[in-house]
Nanobody, 121 residues
């Protein structure tokens, strides 16, 4: 089981980025996929997640309306579309696979390596 996060970079406040999480070793109908982030000096926090069926999603309150999670089964990839980015969104973003829909990191079994998002003011 492997997850590869990509798409991070430097963006100005108000801009957008789309992160990708390419998975291998399993298909997306097996695990729920979650996005998490960790800013310097802060604890990891859940961002958004999508169920193994793809029918359910859940996002943290501070991301609702700005971040959208989706997936492409044919590409075995999950996306995180981030709009209206703020400097406080600066963090390393990780994707993870787990048995059920959750924004709690401990509920996930497999993790990708992370991609850095920097939002300048």
């Amino acid at each position: 089981v492997q997850l590869q996060a990509s798409g991070g970079g430097l963006v100005q406040a108000g801009g957008s980025l789309r992160l990708s999480c390419a998975v291998s070793g399993f298909t997306l109908d097996i695990y729920a996929i979650g996005w998490f982030r960790q800013a310097p000096g802060k604890e990891r926090e859940g961002v958004s997640c999508i169920s193994s069926s793809g029918l359910s999603t859940h996002s943290a309150d501070s991301m609702k309306g700005r971040f959208t999670i989706s997936r492409d089964n044919a590409k075995n990839t999950v996306y995180l579309q981030m709009n209206s980015l703020k400097p406080e969104d600066t963090a390393v973003y990780y994707c993870a696979a787990g048995p059920y829909l959750s924004l709690v990191g401990h509920d996930y079994d497999y993790w990708g390596q992370g991609t850095l998002v920097t939002v300048s003011s």
